[in-house]
């Protein structure tokens, strides 16, 4: 047989629950979301049958700093940062989300535009250390480097 259509008639909670009863799995085994769904049901049964309501505009959640991210990444990249991200360090804010705050205080401090505070970050971010490159940085060096080559060969 091809496959269950049991997902089009019952929601997963449902199927949960009947493996629990069956015996399929063990209580102890149960998602995590198990017992909050039975204490707070939803209103409405989601069901694959239920039809979305037609006139509810989604909202689209975009802040600031979304935007000065996108550009930090788009600029400099996650991979040409090359930096190591420890995802069990809470405390210590990455690369570009020192960046974004960076960004964020000079903008409180006057009125700048925007391409240069994005500048003055990046510039303020290399001098404490850390290594920022864009695609333009890395392709003028590049030719640098065959221009030398060539004016003095090894």
Same mark, same amino acid.
């Given at each position: 047989?091809?496959?269950?259509?049991?997902?089009?008639?019952?929601?997963?909670?449902?199927?949960?629950?009947?493996?629990?009863?069956?015996?399929?799995?063990?209580?102890?085994?149960?998602?995590?979301?198990?017992?909050?769904? !039975?204490?707070?049901?939803?209103?409405?049964?989601?069901?694959?049958?239920?039809?979305?309501?037609?006139?509810?505009?989604?909202?689209?959640?975009?802040?600031?700093?979304?935007?000065?991210?996108?550009?930090?990444?788009?600029?400099?990249?996650?991979? !040409?940062?090359?930096?190591?991200?420890?995802?069990?360090?809470?405390?210590?804010?990455?690369?570009?989300?020192?960046?974004?705050?960076?960004?964020?205080?000079?903008?409180?401090?006057?009125?700048?535009?925007?391409?240069? /505070?994005?500048?003055?970050?990046?510039?303020?971010?290399?001098?404490?250390?850390?290594?920022?490159?864009?695609?333009?940085?890395?392709?003028?060096? !590049?030719? /640098?480097?065959?221009?030398?080559?060539?004016?003095?060969?090894?």
């Amino acid at each position: 047989m091809a496959g269950s259509r049991i997902d089009k008639f019952s929601n997963i909670f449902a199927r949960v629950e009947g493996m629990i009863r069956s015996g399929a799995m063990k209580y102890e085994d149960k998602p995590i979301w198990f017992n909050v769904y !039975k204490a707070f049901p939803p209103k409405v049964n989601p069901t694959f049958t239920r039809k979305a309501p037609e006139n509810q505009q989604v909202v689209n959640i975009l802040y600031p700093e979304d935007l000065v991210r996108a550009k930090y990444y788009a600029v400099y990249g996650s991979k !040409k940062s090359q930096e190591v991200v420890d995802l069990t360090e809470k405390e210590t804010p990455t690369q570009c989300q020192r960046f974004v705050d960076k960004y964020f205080e000079l903008k409180r401090s006057g009125r700048v535009s925007d391409e240069d /505070l994005f500048r003055q970050a990046a510039s303020y971010m290399r001098s404490q250390g850390f290594k920022l490159e864009s695609e333009v940085e890395k392709k003028e060096q !590049k030719e /640098l480097h065959n221009m030398a080559q060539e004016m003095f060969p090894s």
